[in-house]
């Protein structure tokens, strides 16, 4: 098992449409399951003019911080592809467990991204129960400890785009269930969600797309 | 109620994959049964509304999954199981055990708020109080699944 989480230093942050775009070059024919700003984010990376990618699954509206279990339980339905999920930081902290579910299921295809604001940006930019500056105790929610904790086999950790640019393709190639912990810029005050199409309809597509 | 054997048959019948689930001190002795069930994956949670969102991502995924929790997991559940029934929609099944149906005298609030909180969510259930409901188990799923609506199954149990 191999963990390698980097700690310590100040906290920097990389801006969040390039550290998407890293995963984007790289995702093969991987299910990308996207929640909250990724989903926001992430189609702008995606359509390339034609639409959503077909292995794409936008997953809105959600259950508050499901988006692991999702995508756990298609890793766990098709271990043959490769399935890769964006969480926000708010969203992990409502389901911190799901680290230890994940692990104990035995998901070797799975990769969790965390996208690390500290806020809830989606609300207005509160900053989480986990953000250095809403703790009396100071200090911010060190996510890749409790993936460690949990038993990641991959666990990895970066604030500068560069670093995880380098780092990326050999990351999502070491053995799983992977997890990065992604420190982001917010994208600021024009937070907005544009309505997908239907949900049956990106059903249909989706299922499609996995046969 | 029923054996560990019983219900991988009644599982097994019904194609079920993955059996997605957090155990009470009934559900639980079903446990080496459904682990050693050729054919059915147990998938263990650490909370129950984690349950339905792998329910749905198997489901999505081409897999016939069932979860399998208490009625107190089934309260704690509910932005996952209102997500996946009505955001989704997803006709998942669920077995959940029904704490203290089967001790009249109880004043246990597990027992007061069940079906109440099913029916608050719209989801019709199948009540099974009786051992020699187990056929009903299966009948009531497969007619749900073929009316693409939700599967519950709520079985009475004495202590949670």
Redesign the interface.
Known sequence: MAHDAPTGGERAAMPLLPALEVVHKRRGNAIVVTTMGAAREWPKLSTEGVGPHPLD?QYL????G?AP??????????PEREVICFNGDGGMLM?L??L??VV??GAHNFTLIVLDNGLYEVTGGQPTAGAAEAKVGGGSCDFAAFAQGAGFHTVRRYAKLGDWEASAAEVLALPGPRFVQLFTQPVGAAYHLPAPAP??ER?QK??AA?E | MFTGAQIVEVFTKLGITHVVWLPDSTLGTWEPALASADGLQLVRVCREGEAWTIAAGLHLGGKRPIVVIQSTGLFESGDALRNVYYDLGLPLWSLIGYRSYLLPDSRDSAKRFAEPILKAWALDYLLIERPEQLSDIAAHLEACAAANKPGIVLMAEGKG
């Open positions: 699954f509206p959600s259950a508050m499901h279990m999702l995508a756990l339980g298609l890793a766990l339905a098709r389901s467990g799901c230890v579910t104990a299921a949900m049956a059903i989706f299922q996995l």
